[in-house]
């Protein structure tokens, strides 16, 4: 069943959602789940570790998960029957309670797209609430999405290093800057996100090396 599955999954589609911890994409490539009746994979946060997306493979063929939510206090089950969520180029899940989208199957370019646009939603959602005091902790809250954008996309590329090699990620988002640190080995990185030529410089970063200080 495992090759079967396989192939008829393009080795660019991917699962992702947001962590209700820390607001980081949650995400992985379809191909990379153990697929076989009765497994379970679990996928982390790699920002914060503390929340997860559960993808249970059944075997009934149903696909089972379990999502979290930046609304809701609980995770979302959904029952997906076997793999017709392929027919569609993008695949979405919404939470039952407020409608946003918060789970998003597909190439790895529509999933982006979608999350981009969740993004301006939650934003746009909090305005409605009058919930602005997150962004009066920061300098530019703007500036500080864009920056906090890029360092998630370099942990989920795996492309963040230390003296451990794969560094246990530890997240300290101050009022201008950012501290990407290993909570293992202690090496640390700070990143700018005061003005928009700190964006383009988290962008521009190829692989970001943690160091002594």
């Known amino acids: ?30 191909t990379n789940l153990t697929q ?3 497994s379970e994979n679990i996928i982390k946060c790699k920002i914060c570790g ?20 930046l609304l809701c206090a609980h995770q979302h089950p959904y029952t997906l029957k076997s793999f017709s969520f392929l027919e569609k180029k993008l695949f979405i899940l919404p939470c039952s309670y407020s409608g ?22 939650l934003k746009q959602l909090f305005e409605e609430r009058d919930n602005e005091e997150v962004s009066k902790n920061f300098l530019n809250a703007d500036i500080m999405q864009e920056v906090m954008y890029a360092i998630e996309e370099l942990a989920i590329t795996n492309r963040i290093a230390c003296d451990c ?7 300290v988002v101050d009022y201008d800057k950012v501290c990407v640190s290993c909570k293992d080995c202690g090496c640390k990185k ?17 692989k970001l090396r943690l160091e002594k200080t």
């Open 1 to 30: 069943m495992n090759s079967e599955i396989n192939s008829n999954i393009d080795s660019d589609s991917v699962i992702a959602s947001r962590c209700p911890e820390c607001g980081a994409i949650i995400a992985e490539r379809l």
């Open 36 to 38: 076989t009746p009765g």
């Open 50 to 69: 503390k929340s997860s997306m559960t993808i249970r493979f059944c075997p009934d063929g149903n696909i089972r998960l379990s999502v979290p939510c």
């Open 100 to 121: 946003l989208d918060i789970c998003f199957i597909g190439s790895e370019k529509n999933v982006d797209e979608a999350l981009k646009l969740s993004a301006k939603q």
């Open 165 to 171: 090699g794969e560094p246990n990620l530890a997240i």
């Open 190 to 206: 700070i990143l700018y996100a005061a003005e928009k030529d700190d964006v383009n410089a988290a962008l521009e970063i190829k």
